[in-house]
């Protein structure tokens, strides 16, 4: 059983920055591959961001390309996303999710690939 607890939403301005931190707790985390997800009210559930078991991949939705990163931490079973220049479009739920997978280095970007999810945690955006 996998669980992922994320941390660190809350509310911002619009132009600042928030780290999101998800804490696996597996006995492997570098065994998933990891992903960011975010749901506004009314629309559909859509990733954000995700990155391979190895680190060495990643993919970023356009809208936050160039502002958002994913990095991750094996040794600490943790996963992060790194928010920056926060704009009225990014307000969300995010989620943390994680899925099982063989392969080191590919990504992902269908949700129906992660199994494994977290509560959520709450990004509102202050103009």
């Known amino acids: 059983q996998v669980q992922l607890v994320e941390s660190g939403g809350g509310l911002v301005q619009a132009g600042g920055s928030l780290r999101l931190s998800c804490a696996a707790s597996v006995r492997t985390v570098s065994d998933y591959q990891m992903g960011w997800f975010r749901q506004a009210p009314g629309k559909e559930r859509e990733l954000v961001a995700a990155?391979?078991?190895?680190?060495?991949?990643?993919h970023y939705t356009n809208s936050v390309k160039g502002r958002f990163t994913i990095p991750r931490d094996n040794a600490k079973n943790t996963v992060y996303l790194q928010t920056n220049n926060l704009n009225p479009e990014d307000p969300a739920v995010y989620y943390c999710a994680a899925a099982h997978t063989t392969y080191f280095n590919t990504v992902s970007v269908s949700r129906g690939s992660y199994y494994y999810w977290g509560q959520g945690t709450q990004v509102p955006v202050s103009s």
């Open positions: 990155i391979t078991r190895s680190g060495g991949t990643t």
